[in-house]
């Protein structure tokens, strides 16, 4: 699956350890995992990223911070939110432009008593003014950073990009091997200063294969989606050359599984999906999928959980339904495979 959510009970830091190196990170008192994002209706491939404390060497941009914020006090200790802590959290989210959540009594806690994760909290005080804080966990070899915000009236002392370092720099202390910042999505800017940390030791998620590689092999043409993207294209023009209707869409609901209400329903978690047959109101036809993982085409059936009211500006985008795809039809290696099975009804549809 690309999108899930756990709700483990206990969480032992070797356990954290493995869901972090498995590309999973907290999100209140739970753990999920994404591999696809949708910001101001773009599609993005979201690529989980570490890096390895015992190989980092750190640019000169963490000098002269520190340099520039040396007036300032540090205090790290175990994590215990705090009134001033709320009351700077919220004047952070009135100067942002992205969402977040509307308390850290949310964010770190999502309203629970529950209290799974080791976390700390690194704090920054001009004089008595508290001015930044920042929130990380620890696991038995790994650090995570879960948050960061700051006064926006010291906008200028980069206390975000401050923050992280003053996490690894408490790591590398503990002799931890991985920092672990999240993850970024290739073409979307917000998240691209977390490679800027350390180029030496940066290292991406290929949930492909599930393998860990170096920052410096990236390449931004072979995200997943676009390969996903770019198969499916090619199935469809073959299914239109042979006379069938058919559409690549982008599926609004990818990350539904996310939603606690929602979660353990298997709901249909893929960005991108091509519909055979022409699409009419009301009608849910037989899809594609493209199994990135397998290297092979899938065609499912699926059935609504709930109708939606929807409307898009985008006539590429799918929203009419949440899916859930309960038939696996048939599987083939190729696109041209594919291609014959649509295009010669050899499976039949049932209503």
């Known amino acids: 699956m690309f999108a899930e959510l756990e709700n483990p009970l206990f969480i032992d830091p070797h356990e954290l350890d493995q869901y972090l190196a498995d590309g999973w990170f907290r999100m209140g008192q739970s753990v999920f995992t994404t591999n696809f994002l949708k910001f101001n209706h773009v599609f993005y491939s979201a690529l989980w990223l570490r890096i ?158 599930n393998q860990w590689y170096p920052m410096s092999t990236f390449s931004a043409d072979n995200t997943p989606l676009i390969e996903i993207q770019e198969r499916l294209t090619e199935l469809q023009m073959l299914i239109e050359n042979a006379g069938q209707i058919s559409k690549v869409y982008h599926y609004e609901y990818f990350d539904a599984n996310l939603v606690p209400s929602l979660n353990g329903l298997g709901l249909l978690d893929h960005p991108v999906m091509l519909v055979c047959f022409e699409r009419q109101p009301n009608q849910i036809n037989p899809i594609v999928l493209f199994d990135i993982r397998k290297k092979h085409y899938q065609l499912w059936l699926c059935n609504s959980v709930y109708g939606m009211t929807y409307e898009s500006e985008y006539d590429n985008f799918y929203g009419e339904h949440l899916l859930h795809p309960f038939r696996h039809l048939v599987s083939c290696d190729t696109a041209e495979a594919m291609a014959q099975v649509v295009t010669t009804a050899l499976v039949k549809v049932d209503d």
Do not use: W
């Open 52 to 209: 390895n404390l015992l190989e980092a060497e750190f640019p000169t941009t963490k000098s002269k911070l520190q340099k520039l914020n040396s007036k300032f006090e540090v205090e790290i200790q175990p994590a215990q939110i705090k009134p001033i802590q709320e009351t700077l959290f919220d004047k952070y989210r009135s100067h942002i432009t992205f969402e977040t959540s509307n308390s850290l009594e949310q964010l770190l806690f999502n309203n629970t008593q529950r209290d799974i994760f080791n976390a700390y909290e690194v704090n920054v005080y001009d004089k008595e003014k508290l001015i930044a804080t920042g929130f990380f966990d620890l696991g038995h070899d790994s650090g995570a950073g879960i948050s960061c915000f700051y006064d926006p009236d010291y906008k200028k002392h980069s206390l975000g990009k401050y923050l992280m370092f003053l996490k690894m720099d408490f790591c590398i202390k503990r002799g931890l091997t991985f920092f672990y910042p999240g993850y970024f999505a290739p073409g979307y800017r917000l998240f691209d200063y977390k490679l800027d940390l350390t180029k030496s030791a940066m290292e991406f998620l290929d949930f492909r294969d």
